[in-house]
């Protein structure tokens, strides 16, 4: 009965210790890059804004590449999405 909240929880924790991580590993980075280095305040939100945008786009990414190892070769996707068929057979084997 629980087993999708625990699912979903769990990929939160992972989420979250990843995000975490991130901030850890680039945070000195980001903030040497910066260009604003005399405000302190402007300095610490744009570095925040980097490091989660890196976050993001590297969670876009490996959700798009696990979504596509997941469907690829199906029979219901079509060739252009990395399928071998059509989209009509999404329907077929359903009672």
């Known amino acids: 009965m629980w087993a999708d ?11 979250w210790v990843m995000l975490a991580l ?7 980075f980001f903030a040497g890059v910066c260009k604003e ?3 302190k305040d ?9 490091v989660e945008s ?4 590297m969670f876009f990414t490996v959700a798009s590449c696990w979504a596509l190892a997941l469907t ?7 060739w252009p999405l990395g399928g ?12």
């Open 5 to 15: 909240f625990y699912y979903s929880l769990g990929s939160c924790a992972v989420s």
């Open 22 to 28: 991130v901030k850890r590993l680039t945070w000195d």
């Open 37 to 39: 280095q005399n405000d």
């Open 42 to 50: 402007v300095l610490h939100a744009k570095t925040k804004k980097m």
């Open 54 to 57: 890196l976050y993001r786009c």
């Open 72 to 78: 690829y070769g199906e029979e219901y996707m079509a």
């Open 84 to 95: 071998n068929g059509d989209f009509k057979k999404v329907h077929d084997n359903y009672p």
